[in-house]
């Protein structure tokens, strides 16, 4: 069964550096997407992309984070200067086109900011 | 979306039905009902959705009440592997416009003993 790939399964980051989670979609969807978990809480969306732009984001996804689709397969998210806060569970999505209702995740980077 | 009140926590025997109600009295006609799972910080995994029939599926049905205002998830026989949260999550879809987000709230975290 297809399913949304994403490495590295953890990373460890000092702050203030850079850092960049992939995912690779499954492979005929055309919506992807990014949440993120803090220990202990909610999953939270992050941002949205489809047709080779974001078509939403949330208060979370400021400047500090873009992501990107950089050739056919793999989805990128960056933080650019990371920061203690950061420290969460990255989930990668992607739905297949607009009509059908599942989203599929993949199975999260644990992104550890020290 | 419509807000969803779920229980914080259950208990089910393994090969028992596991029964998992969600609260949505403010449910607009036009919203379905999804549900998701997520087992140990595994990324969200869907589950089913309907909009006021019943529907089954090969992991799960959901039964909806007349006035669409609750709805329960049922798992017919319930496995030790089916320990896990429980999110169910009122939107419009996306083919009729809604938001790219899912909003995950705390969920039910239901517990499957042997």
């Known amino acids: 069964e297809p399913e949304v790939t994403q490495t590295p399964s953890h990373q460890v980051t000092q702050m203030g550096q850079e850092v960049i989670l992939r995912c690779v979609p499954i492979s005929n969807h055309l919506y992807f997407y990014w949440y993120r978990q803090i220990l202990g809480q909610k999953v939270e969306f992050l941002v949205s992309f489809y047709n080779n732009e974001i078509s939403e984001k949330s208060e979370i996804f400021d400047d500090q984070f873009s992501v990107e689709r950089p050739d056919g397969s793999n989805f990128t998210l960056k933080i650019r200067s990371t920061k203690l806060e950061d420290s969460a569970m990255y989930f990668c999505?992607?739905?297949?086109?607009?009509?059908?209702?599942?989203?599929?995740f993949g199975q999260g980077t644990r992104l550890t900011v020290v | 979306d419509a807000k969803t009140t779920q229980p914080t926590s259950m208990d089910c025997a393994e090969g028992r039905a596991a029964n998992l109600p969600c609260n949505h009295s403010t449910i607009s006609g036009n919203e379905y009902v999804y549900w998701y799972r997520q087992i140990h910080s595994q990324g969200p995994q869907y589950i089913i959705h309907g909009l006021k029939n019943n529907e089954t599926n090969e992991m799960a049905s959901l039964i909806i009440t007349e006035d669409r205002k609750s709805s329960t998830l049922i798992l017919p026989h319930a496995t030790l592997r089916d320990t896990a949260v429980y999110y169910c999550i009122v939107r419009f879809p996306w083919a009729q416009g809604g938001s790219e987000k899912l909003v995950f709230g705390k969920g039910t975290k239901l517990t499957v003993n042997p």
């Open positions: 999505a992607s739905r297949e086109d607009r009509e059908h209702h599942e989203a599929f």
